[in-house]
Nanobody, 124 residues
Framework: QLQLVESGGGLVQPGGPLRLSCAAF????????IAWFRRAPGKEPEAVSC????????RYSDSVKDRFTISRDNAKNTAYLQINSLKSEDSADYSC?????????????????WGQGTRVTVSS
């Protein structure tokens, strides 16, 4: 079964760090671009970061730039999202997505695969 499984979410205090993982099963991530989206209650999914299949290009939304870092480990068939200096507005369900190309896309439905998500709650 082809799927992406996210993990690493949880309850975190403001200012703290968190690392999310995105593991692929049934296919290899190596030839796929990978993106992270987040969806807060009552809002549309927001593309927060993307990394191309070669890893040469990374993109971040303005709201997370300088705090989020996307990376990939093709040997482990896993991608990551390191989140630092968490803010309450970062609270959301975070999903990863993969597309069989070397480009980033703006909408979740443009990707070939996406996971169920992991919830991040930032609160003191």
């Amino acid at each position: 079964q082809l799927q992406l499984v996210e993990s690493g979410g949880g309850l975190v205090q403001p200012g703290g760090p968190l690392r999310l993982s995105c593991a692929a099963f049934g296919f290899t991530l190596e030839r796929h671009s990978i993106a992270w989206f987040r969806r807060a209650p009552g809002k549309e999914p927001e593309a927060v970061s993307c990394i191309t299949s070669t890893g040469n290009i990374t993109r971040y939304s303005d709201s997370v730039k300088d705090r989020f870092t996307i990376s990939r480990d093709n040997a482990k068939n896993t991608a990551y999202l390191q989140i630092n200096s968490l803010k309450s507005e970062d609270s959301a369900d975070y999903s990863c997505a993969a597309h069989g190309s070397d480009r980033c896309w703006d909408r979740l439905y443009e990707y070939d695969y996406w996971g169920q998500g992991t919830r991040v709650t930032v609160s003191s």
